[in-house]
Nanobody, 111 residues
């Protein structure tokens, strides 16, 4: 059974940084693609970043150049390094992989 657990959210000031982590439990981590999504208050969940099993990455235009997605196949972990944070980055961030969602971690950026 696959399980994803996010951590690392919190409160940051605009211009600051946070690093989100996603711990994967299950099989075949190294062969799976993973994504991060954000759900802002009153909005639908939207795509933020993706990393493939081969390490290729893709980003939403709003975060490109500020966020970096990475993975550690030895630790079954996926990360989202968020720099130059903006108030519009506020929301609950979800990790997705193997057709499974994590429970989310709250990120709040103050101006």
């Amino acid at each position: 059974q696959v399980q994803l657990v996010e951590s690392g959210g919190g409160l940051a000031q605009a211009g600051g940084s946070l690093r989100l982590s996603c711990a994967f439990s299950g099989s075949n981590f190294r062969f799976r693609n993973f994504s991060w999504y954000r759900q802002a208050p009153g909005y639908e969940r939207t795509f933020v970043a993706k990393i493939t099993s081969g390490g290729s990455t893709d980003y939403e235009n709003f975060v490109r150049g500020r966020f970096t997605i990475s993975r550690d196949n030895a630790k079954n972990m996926v990360y989202l390094q968020m720099n130059s944070l903006k108030p519009d980055d506020t929301g609950v961030y979800y990790c997705r992989g193997a057709d499974t969602w994590g429970q989310g971690t709250q990120v709040t950026v103050s101006s």
